[in-house]
């Protein structure tokens, strides 16, 4: 019945086993493996519990079904099996469960269980990631969205030069104020002390 009771397990991911234990199939999805450039697999692993809970109607049904027998006679069956199992672990035999594990014998009237390696069938998938170049995509600025074009557009949009032609009249300006405080202050605003201050003779009349 060991078979038919992983069947079970596997199918339903629980198995109550009364006065041994509760079996459960722990599942762990599909990852990535970004270092070797592969996908892993799923793969699973059986954990052990020590409290247990009767099996439902459906438990009995489902294998009654895969026993061909009804379901009194799966109970019967079901019973005995648990009945012969504790038998054996109570005298310190240890019970090798294809594909769960091994059950022993622990302290006081415990059960210690020791789960089974899982080997899976299947094999990391390669996974190349792919780049595309010109594919078009959102980009967040800020409190906006944009397309990688447009801001591929923006960044590349051509830096016009600044033109700097009115740096030397600027220059030039500064200075003549400057000379034209310079000579005020020096002279005082008088206009005849900017002229010529030579004095003009009038040329001796010829004879």
Known sequence: MYAELYQYLLLHNKLSVPGIGTFLLNRKPAESDFLNKQIKPP??????EQFTDSPGTGFYKWLGNVLGITDRDAVIRFNDFVFETKRQISNGNI????????LTKGLGD?????????????????????IREKAE???RVGEDEKTSVEMSEILNRP??????W????LIIGVLA???IGWHVAEHGFDVSGMGNKSKLCPSEALP
Do not use: C, D
Not at 43 to 48: A, M, Q, V, Y
Not at 116 to 125: R, V
Not at 159 to 164: A, E, Q, T
């Open 95 to 102: 019970i090798n469960w294809n594909g769960v594990g091994s």
């Open 137 to 139: 995509h959102m980009v």
């Open 177 to 179: 104020a400057a000379f």
């Open 159 to 164: 830096v016009k030069k600044r033109s700097y």
């Open 110 to 130: 415990e059960v210690k269980f020791s789960p089974a390696t899982i080997i899976t069938a299947e094999q990391p998938e390669t996974a190349e990631k792919v």
């Open 166 to 169: 009115w740096v030397l009249p």
């Open 43 to 48: 793969s699973f692993s059986i954990s052990f």
